[in-house]
């Protein structure tokens, strides 16, 4: 009998850093790594509709376990036929099991041996969500890759509140890893430990024994300082498999996601393009800038000069600005096609780079000549949906 291909072939590592080509194959199609998931926690990606999705270069989109239990409802998703009919959306999707709420609904949830009860944040009736019934919503939803139930603590907790985080995540996972799955589904474990490399080593070699299809580094942009983030993931991709696909949780800004894939970090996701966009702040390769700003009220130029995305194509700074003005809906739709767009595209270059053997000179450049920006940090800090 002829062996299956792979799920993650690696093309290419890069000498001088840890950066890796490669391609995940799902039940729905390639995808080429490192990649930028949009989130649509909701089974809608913030303002933007499918065909947009696929224009600025979509390969793979997520959403949530928990939000999707509560509305529509897995009555209603099971009548349509799981998540990609019901959304319109027949490329790859990866579902978040509801362990980030775990975390950011800490006021309305109680954390048990066998699992999470919450108080819907909608009508305060009670959901269960343990491993059985997180796996379980994520076979009807049908998610090319689901994840694993975890529990994200808090980045200031006492160390012994992590451990404890990370033997419940370990006793999960070994129950998420038994149940019943979707046809062609692939399931990612989730490495929790904190700022603690000893945890962090520890659950990822606990988890790495259990042999899932990849591993997600969880507990990071939890309101932790970016080094203490970036050390946090340092501290786990040694442990991981290199054959098998590495994801960050909630990152990041461009300039970080840069950094990670030299780390060795295959996928990321992240709220940031389509909740700027929203606030008139747009993403370009110096640095993030607020169109709304008086300085682009008779700028006729494109957000950035270069970007072949569609409102750079067609709109100017000075007409986006007033549509924010006006109150037009057209204005946050148009900033999220550029700034998903550049998030992408720029996972393209990197890819590109990682192929013809310069990636170390483009993340030097890229980010020698990147400009953070105070509003976008603060945005990042709270990383819920």
């Keep these: 009998m002829a062996e299956s291909a792979p799920v993650f072939e690696l093309l290419q590592t890069d000498v001088r850093s840890g950066a890796r080509l490669g391609r995940l194959t799902t039940a729905r199609g390639p995808i080429d790594t490192p990649a930028f998931m949009p989130v649509g926690t909701q089974a809608s990606v913030k303002a933007l509709d499918p065909r947009e999705l696929r224009e600025v270069g979509a390969q793979i989109i997520l959403a949530n376990t928990y939000h999707l239990a509560i509305l529509p409802g897995l009555e209603i998703l099971r009548g349509a036929g799981g998540l990609h009919r019901f959304m319109s959306w027949p490329f790859p999707i990866l579902t978040d099991s509801g362990g980030y709420q775990v975390f950011s609904l800490a006021s309305i949830r109680k954390v048990k041996p066998d699992g999470v009860e919450f108080r819907s944040h909608l009508d305060g009736c009670k959901l269960f969500l343990g491993p059985r019934e997180a796996m ?7 998610s090319d890759i689901a994840m694993v139930l975890d529990e994200c603590p808090p980045h200031d907790c006492p160390v012994r509140a992590v ?3 990370v033997e419940r995540t370990l006793r999960w996972a070994r ?5 019943p799955r979707a046809a062609g589904q692939l399931v990612f474990a989730i490495v929790q ?13 606990a988890l790495v024994g259990m042999d899932f299809d990849g591993y997600a580094i969880g507990g990071v942009s939890v309101g932790e300082p970016e080094a203490e983030m970036m050390k946090a993931v340092e501290a786990t991709v040694p442990f991981l498999p290199a054959r098998q696909p590495r994801y960050a949780m909630g990152l990041g800004t461009p300039p970080q996601m840069v950094e990670l894939v030299a780390r060795g970090v295959d996928l990321f996701d992240c709220v940031l ?3 700027v966009a929203r606030n008139g702040t747009a993403f370009t390769r110096r640095g993030a800038l607020t169109i709304k700003a008086g300085y682009n009220k008779a700028e006729f130029g494109p957000i950035e000069a270069g970007c072949t995305c569609y409102a750079c194509r067609h709109f100017s700074r000075a007409y986006i600005r007033h549509l924010f003005n006006v109150g037009e809906i057209l204005a946050l739709r148009l900033l999220s096609v550029h700034n998903c767009h550049l998030y992408l595209q720029l996972m393209a270059d990197v890819r590109a780079h990682l192929a013809a053997g310069t990636f170390p000179e483009f993340h030097r450049e890229f980010t020698a000549g990147y400009v953070p920006s105070k509003n976008v940090r603060a945005a990042r800090a709270s990383r819920g949906y």
């Design 175 to 179: 129950l998420c890893r038994e149940q």
């Design 193 to 205: 430990g904190g700022a603690h490399p000893a945890l962090r080593e520890e659950c990822a070699r």
């Design 273 to 275: 393009p389509t909740r």
């Design 163 to 165: 451990r404890a985080a």
């Design 136 to 142: 379980e919503i994520q076979r009807v939803l049908g």
